[in-house]
Each structure stands twice: as structure tokens, then as C-alpha cells.
């Protein structure tokens, strides 16, 4: 359908009369739509959103484009600039890309419980800092260490704002201008922003790089050992794997070389999975718990990966030495904000009933719902859609395979379901275009030109208002 100008009388005006009929912005805010603006948004966001449009007409008309200039063409303009204004920047969307712990779309949703959590604390005063029963000043960590120890087995515990910060902490408080021995094959890089030799320099830690990027003996941790060693590193290869002629180092056999040399050994596993997931189907992560039972003497995990909570990096192990990390005045520059920390506390005490927490922590939801869950949706999405878009569109539940993200499980392929959509009028990025600009936004993916919606991440809830938003992208 092609869409010819209004033939209007406006064709006919000059340019000097079309700006003399262009409402003022006196004008607009006295109207009924300007009182009503005026009414539900802040004034300065109507008055911007009346200057601008009122200036982008007075362009269009300089340029010899005839426009509308009536008040109600006008005023229809300004109220969609005021909704845009006045709009969150940051906002929901529907993640169909069936990566669970997308770093893109705001990783690991929080549970019901966490969100509860959160919104009775910080909507009043809370404990935060404040021992009830000796009505004295307490710590902020102290909420959450009896359930990381009860949990992880480990002596003690301190969160800080993310995993990165809790590396940088422990390498500042332990390794400042002394050595750190680490594999060449576990120099990794992840998302980016966060890559090991950088984050070494940037605490003061100089880099003892040990091995090839393929083999570590622990003949060369040793020979790499001297006066001036502070600490011995584990990174967990989060985002890829070695394969082929490998060897690596077991956390096992670091841990007694540490022993040995009276070296604190620190693990950084980035994921934090607290329950074995292989009973689940999924297989290739080590859990927390197995991990302080190698005897490393720090371990450091993400709160909003694997783990299902809120972005937070939680650093575990000896006493003796998570003392030394809180004494550290870095420690006041990463401090844990409460509702952060509300969200932690809940979604650690869901783990204490594990069969719960699979059901309820998001994360771990989407990872393990059995396979005729996600095809059930898939059909659910396909059914609601298939009458009203079948003219448009190729339809079909179609399998595939999604991932995990966050840098967790590189390998592991989770299969899954998918509604496959081949459009015929537009083409498949358009679709996927259309989709990514709507309100709420879809985010889907696009594998051999069709636009694939993964059912594994989209939430049961969410299912009616995807299928309207793809219904009007295909209208
Ligand atoms: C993800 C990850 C980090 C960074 O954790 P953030 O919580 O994103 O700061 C550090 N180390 C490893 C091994 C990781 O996988």
C-alpha cells in the first residue's frame, strides 16, 4: 500500500502563512491536550516535547514540506514525544533467544522470594549495620555468612558488587607487587570488559604465567615458585574449553603444592553452581561445595550466574584469610548495596531446599525444565499464532538447541523448541527488526533465514503479549 500526501489545503498556503498557523507553545499548553499533559507528566518534559515538535514542524515547513499545522495534528505529535520522554530508559523485554544468562539482557532473572526480599527491606529501615540483640553497630556481611557457610562448607564468607570485584580483592589484599602464578591456559577473557591479565595489573599483582596454552604441568607451577610468590590461581575456563591435547593442573594437586610452600591457593569459578546438576541432564560444572572440598583456601563465584541471584561476587574460604579481605579498605569501595544483599540472603536460603530452588530460582528453571515443558510452549505460541498468521507467514514448532550463557556450560548444548517464522512479505531481519523495536521489546534470534522465538526463555506469563507483539509485526 502506497500512501499519496493528503491533498489539503496547506498545499495551496504559502510558507509564511503555514508558520503564522503553526500553533504556539503558549498555545499548546493552554489547550485541553496541554492541560492534560500537564496533568500526568512533569512540566519540563511537556514543555521539551512541545518545543521540539513545534521546531521539527517549523523545519519541515521551511523546507517546502507540507505538514499539518492544525492544533490536533500537532498536539498528536507532542504527546508521543512526551510518552517517549517520560519513558524508563532501562526496561523489560522478552528474552527469545533461549540464552538463559544473556550478559546482554540483564543475566539472571531474581526469584518471586528475592524480589520480596528486596522490597520489604529497602522499603523500610532495616539491620543493615545494627546488632539487634546488643543494639550495637554490626556488619552488613554478617546477614548472609551462616548460610554460605551451612551451604558451601566453607569457614566464612564476603560478598562484594560483582565476581570481578571479589578477584580484584583478593589479589589487592594477598598479591599487591608480589607474584601470582597462573596457567597460560587460563588467561581468560570474559565479556569483554573482564580479562585476567588486566585485572591482574590493574590490583598490583604481577603475573606469573606458567606453561602453554594447552598443557600446565605442576612441574611448572613449581619452578615458577620464589621468595617473592604471593598466591597460587585457579581461573575456571568459563567461556570456552581446551580440547584435544590437553592437561591442566586439578585444583587437587594446587591445593597440596600450596600446602607444601604455605601459599594461600584461590579459585575463581566464576559460575557458582551450588547444586550438582547432573541428575538434571546437565552435565560439565563443578559445584561450590566440591570445590571448598579440594581444600582451596579462597573460592570466588558470581551471584547472578549459575547461582540465580543478583549481580554480586561472593569470596569464600578460610577464616583467617576472609578477615584479612574485610580489613581491606578496597572492601568499602565494593561494598554490597542492601538490596542486593536482601536479594542474596533469599536466594541463598532457597537452596536449602534444593528440589524448591530448581522450581523457583529463574535461572535454574529455564536450565532444567524438562524438554516437554519448553515443546508444550513452543506449541502453545504456535497454536495462538497459527490462525492469524498463517497468510503472512511460514509457521512451525521447529527443535533446536539453546546454551546456557553467562559464560557457563560452553559446550553443553541444551535442546530445546522453537517457533520458527519465515515471513513472506518482509524479510527475516525485518521481522526480527520490527520485533526488537516493539513495546515490549522481542529479542529473537535468526538461524538459516528464519526468525527463531527459543520457548525454553520466554516466561509462561509472557506468551500472550509475544504473541500480539509478533502478530503486529507481521501485520
Ligand atoms: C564471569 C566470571 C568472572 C566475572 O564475574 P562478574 O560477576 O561478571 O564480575 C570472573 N571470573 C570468571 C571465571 C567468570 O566466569
Known amino acids: 500500500m502506497t500512501t499519496t500526501p493528503p491533498l489539503c489545503y496547506k498545499r495551496h498556503m504559502t510558507i509564511r502563512e503555514q508558520l503564522s498557523q503553526l500553533p504556539s507553545v503558549d498555545e499548546c499548553l493552554k489547550s485541553s491536550y496541554g492541560q492534560k499533559w500537564l496533568a500526568s507528566f512533569p512540566r519540563k518534559t511537556v514543555l521539551r516535547a512541545v518545543r521540539e515538535v513545534i521546531d521539527s514542524k517549523r523545519k519541515e515547513i521551511l523546507n517546502g514540506a507540507s505538514t499539518d499545522v492544525s492544533i490536533e495534528a500537532v498536539s498528536r505529535d507532542i504527546e508521543t514525544v512526551v510518552k517517549k520522554l517520560s519513558a524508563y530508559k532501562l526496561r523489560p523485554l522478552i528474552n527469545a533467544t533461549g540464552i538463559v544468562m544473556h550478559t546482554n539482557l540483564g543475566r539472571s532473572l531474581l526469584s518471586e522470594r528475592a524480589l520480596a526480599h528486596v522490597s520489604?527491606?529497602?522499603?523500610?529501615?532495616?539491620?543493615?549495620?545494627?546488632?539487634?540483640?546488643?543494639?550495637?553497630r554490626g556488619k552488613r556481611y554478617s546477614h548472609i555468612q551462616d548460610i554460605i557457610r551451612e551451604l558451601t562448607g566453607a569457614e566464612d564468607?564476603?560478598?562484594?558488587?560483582?565476581?570481578?570485584?571479589?578477584?580484584?580483592?583478593?589479589?589487592?589484599t594477598f598479591a599487591k607487587g608480589r607474584e601470582v602464578i597462573v596457567s597460560r591456559g587460563e588467561l581468560v577473557e570474559i565479556g569483554g570488559s573482564f580479562r585476567i591479565p588486566e585485572v591482574m595489573k590493574a590490583s598490583g599483582a604481577i603475573l606469573r604465567e606458567v606453561g602453554t596454552t594447552n598443557k600446565t604441568h605442576p612441574a611448572d607451577y613449581e619452578n615458577a615458585l620464589c621468595g617473592d610468590t604471593a598466591?597460587?590461581?585457579?581461573?575456571?575456563?568459563?567461556?570456552?574449553?581446551?580440547?584435544?591435547f590437553t592437561e591442566e593442573v586439578p585444583l587437587e594437586k594446587l591445593v597440596k603444592l600450596g600446602k607444601e610452600f604455605r601459599l594461600p591457593v584461590v579459585a575463581d569459578l566464576g559460575s557458582g553452581c551450588m547444586i550438582n546438576l547432573s541428575k538434571y541432564g546437565v552435565h560439565g560444572e563443578p559445584t561450590v561445595q566440591e570445590v571448598v572440598r579440594t581444600g582451596a583456601d579462597i573460592v570466588t563465584f558470581s551471584g547472578d550466574k549459575l547461582l540465580g541471584g543478583p549481580q554480586a561476587g561472593i569470596i569464600i574460604g578460610r577464616g583467617k584469610l576472609i578477615r584479612k579481605i574485610q580489613k581491606n579498605?578496597?572492601?568499602r569501595a565494593m561494598r554490597i548495596d542492601k538490596m542486593t544483599l536482601a536479594s542474596l540472603e533469599a536466594t541463598f536460603m532457597q537452596y536449602l531446599d534444593e528440589e524448591k530452588a530448581i522450581k523457583e530460582i529463574p535461572t535454574l528453571r529455564m536450565l532444567t525444565q524438562p524438554l516437554s515443558e519448553i515443546k508444550r510452549r513452543a506449541k502453545r505460541i504456535f497454536s495462538l499464532l497459527i490462525k492469524d498468521i498463517s497468510a503472512r507467514s511460514a509457521l512451525a514448532v521447529v527443535a533446536d538447541e539453546s546454551q546456557a550463557g553467562g559464560g557457563s556450560l560452553p559446550e553443553v548444548n541444551f535442546p530445546t523448541f522453537a517457533v520458527s517464522l519465515?515471513?513472506?512479505?518482509?524479510?527475516?531481519?525485518?521481522?526480527?527488526?520490527?520485533?526488537?523495536?516493539?513495546?515490549?521489546?522481542v529479542i529473537a534470534r535468526i538461524k538459516d533465514n528464519?526468525?527463531?522465538?527459543?520457548?525454553?526463555?520466554?516466561?509462561?506469563?509472557?506468551?500472550?503479549?509475544?504473541v500480539e507483539r509478533v502478530k503486529a509485526a507481521l501485520s
Do not use: W
Open 422 to 441: 519465515k515471513p513472506f512479505t518482509i524479510s527475516v531481519n525485518e521481522l526480527e527488526k520490527k520485533l526488537r523495536l516493539g513495546d515490549p521489546p
Open 231 to 244: 598466591l597460587l590461581l585457579k581461573v575456571h575456563q568459563s567461556n570456552y574449553r581446551i580440547t584435544g
Open 450 to 466: 528464519a526468525l527463531l522465538i527459543d520457548a525454553r526463555t520466554v516466561q509462561d506469563k509472557e506468551v500472550k503479549v509475544l
Open 157 to 172: 564468607a564476603v560478598v562484594v558488587n560483582n565476581n570481578a570485584a571479589a578477584v580484584l580483592l583478593c589479589l589487592d
Open 120 to 136: 520489604a527491606t529497602a522499603r523500610s529501615f532495616s539491620n543493615l549495620e545494627y546488632e539487634i540483640p546488643t543494639g550495637k
Open 329 to 331: 579498605p578496597m572492601l
